[in-house]
């Protein structure tokens, strides 16, 4: 067996070359065809791709030969600071492992159903004396494709009622924890889903309605003129009537292309209390929600920050969630509360003969986007996430900047001086610079997509 010397890698060309080229891939079983190097999927550019495998053409998904994706870096650079961007190729290319490796330290990752987990980790002087491990990992016969996804399965272990086909994707944005930009995510991701596309519907179960005027549907500034008191959420609840969606739904402005809102309003506070003595308002946003499939691709429902009968409506009518977090202190301990929250509501909806909901992931937003923070503190915060609530955190990140606050602070001049009221989505508000915001979003909008089984 072959001896690797970590001091004759002095770059990033000479890792790929003596270390990846000339000794892992024949170490590990890969013959020159069965890898590529500078691969590209899309807006993907990998280093190093191996096959399990060879089968051309290949196809990406479950049964997909995709063995490992290996990534070199300069033998000064850090790699934690890959670590993120390993973790989106994993995800949005179905592949189980991936190697990174700077010379001087190599780690193996592994993604699985919460994420993506260090499995493996050994100095460059170590690699020849452990190669026998790397190789029961990542080299070719013991490599096997695994399914992108587990079948998600209610709380008493049962599979799904029936498989979830390309239809209306229904998604839940909550936490119990408020303050975490929950707000924020759903009117940009809905704008971000608008304009790949998408036919969005967003639905605010929120009393507060901060979703339904960030959507920029509360442009008035007298109570008399209030056009939403009547026609909002509460009446989806409450009528009897099948097109009720239909009825009560407002095109929203806020973004080209434009979105549509179940609007909600304050008073829907005090209605909670006669709603809650109906015994069929439980069922009745996914009964109503059905009705108009054809007329949608995702629904995202704004959801308050609560365990209480609104929040219950929405994760019942809901096929997936994402639980947006801060990720401080008080936000994770809520996360308890939501584990156990969607335990309960994945036994009712077993009883009713409905699927489970499926977790995304945790969605750090508000984050700082100190430099600082971001190298030492937040991949420690996201480690407690998965090591202590066993939640998977999503690839994306939303940082708290500036222009994000300013959208809703958007006025139109009306006559003597007056403001109304016209927020608008990060895309509108920052057209012309493409700011960092709209590339998060974006890539949040990617991300959902993918892992919901909508096509791009």
């Known amino acids: 067996m072959l001896n690797f010397n ?33 691969v590209a999927f899309g807006s993907i550019r990998l280093d190093f791709l191996a096959f399990a495998a060879q089968y051309v053409p290949f196809v990406m998904g479950a049964d997909s030969p995709l063995s490992v994706v290996i990534e070199a870096k300069h033998p000064k650079q850090n790699l934690d600071h890959h670590v993120r961007k390993l973790r989106y190729y994993l995800s949005s290319l179905l592949v189980r492992y991936g190697l990174l490796t700077n010379g001087r330290e190599l780690r193996i990752y592994e993604r699985g159903q919460n994420g993506m987990e260090l499995v493996f980790r050994c100095t460059g002087e170590e690699i020849s004396d452990k190669i026998g491990k790397i190789k029961s990992l990542v080299g070719r016969e013991n490599a096997k494709p695994k399914p992108a996804r587990a079948i998600p399965r209610s709380s008493s272990g049962q599979k799904p009622k029936k498989e979830r086909k390309d239809m209306m994707k229904i998604i839940a944005v909550y936490h119990n924890k408020g303050g975490v930009g929950k707000t924020t995510v759903v009117v940009n991701l809905a704008a971000a889903l608008s304009r790949k596309g998408k036919r969005v519907l967003v639905v605010d179960l929120d009393s507060q309605a901060n979703t339904t005027f960030g959507m920029g549907l509360i442009k008035f500034e007298n109570e008399e003129d209030d056009y939403i008191k009547d026609k909002n959420i509460q009446h989806v609840l409450k009528s009897k009537k099948s097109d009720s969606i239909q009825e009560i739904t407002k095109r929203s402005q806020f973004n080209t292309p434009e979105a549509d809102v179940v609007p909600s309003h304050i008073n829907l506070m005090q209605a909670e209390y006669e709603i809650q003595d109906l015994d069929y308002t439980k069922y009745m946003l996914g009964k109503r929600l059905k009705a108009v499939e054809d007329k949608y691709d995702i629904v995202l429902i704004d959801t308050p920050p609560s365990l209480g009968l609104f929040a219950r409506i929405a994760l019942i009518a809901a096929d997936y969630l994402i639980i947006p977090s801060d990720l401080k202190p008080f936000a994770n301990q809520g996360l308890r509360n939501v584990i156990n929250f969607i335990e309960d509501i994945n036994t009712f909806k077993d009883l009713v003969d409905k699927n489970p909901i499926s977790i995304i992931g945790v969605l750090p937003s508000k984050i700082s986007p100190n430099p600082k923070f971001r190298q030492y503190t937040l991949p420690k915060r996201i480690k407690k996430v998965q090591e202590n609530y066993g939640l998977p955190v999503m690839d994306s990140y939303i940082f708290e900047r500036a222009e994000l606050g300013k959208c809703t602070e958007e006025v139109i001049q009306a006559s003597e001086g007056q ?38």
């Open 419 to 456: 403001e109304i009221p016209n927020p608008v989505s990060i895309f509108e508000y920052d057209k012309k610079n493409n700011s960092q915001s709209c590339e998060e979003f974006e890539a949040l909008a990617n991300e959902v997509m993918q892992k919901i089984g909508v096509s791009q």
């Open 6 to 38: 970590p001091k004759i890698c002095r770059n990033e060309r000479e890792v790929e070359s003596k270390l990846i080229v000339h000794y892992l891939l024949p170490e590990l079983g890969y013959s020159p065809e069965t890898w590529h190097q500078e």
